[in-house]
Nanobody, 115 residues
Framework: QVQLVESGGGLVEPGGSLRLSCVAS????????MGWYRQAPGKQRELVAV???????NYADSVKGRFTISRDNAKNTVSLQMNSLKPEDTAVYYC?????????WGQGTQVTVSS
């Protein structure tokens, strides 16, 4: 069992930056995939970025070049640096971890991009 707690969401103007963090309740060394998903009102949850235990990363086309995902196994943390934010990035962002065939989810953190 893994509990995931997100932080770092908030209100930011277009073009601004935010950094989301997700802390796991135990070592993430064995969590072979960790990532971030988001869900905007009236839309399905979608993948934003994932990172494998070996460091391979994958991003949604809509965030490539603007978002960077990283993981720190020593701190049991996965982070998402978001730059050049756009209004369409507004959503609840969820941390995700995969261990074997089990998916774990955090409670989510709201990101609002608005002037």
């Amino acid at each position: 069992q893994v509990q995931l707690v997100e932080s770092g969401g908030g209100l930011v103007e277009p073009g601004g930056s935010l950094r989301l963090s997700c802390v796991a309740s135990r070592s993430i060394f064995s969590l072979h995939i960790m990532g971030w998903y988001r869900q905007a009102p009236g839309k399905q949850r979608e993948l934003v970025a994932v990172i494998a235990s070996g460091g391979a990363r994958n991003y949604a086309d809509s965030v490539k070049g603007r978002f960077t995902i990283s993981r720190d196994n020593a701190k049991n943390t996965v982070s998402l640096q978001m730059n050049s934010l756009k209004p369409e990035d507004t959503a609840v962002y969820y941390c995700n971890a995969v261990a074997a065939t089990v998916n774990y989810w955090g409670q989510g953190t709201q990101v609002t991009v608005s002037s």
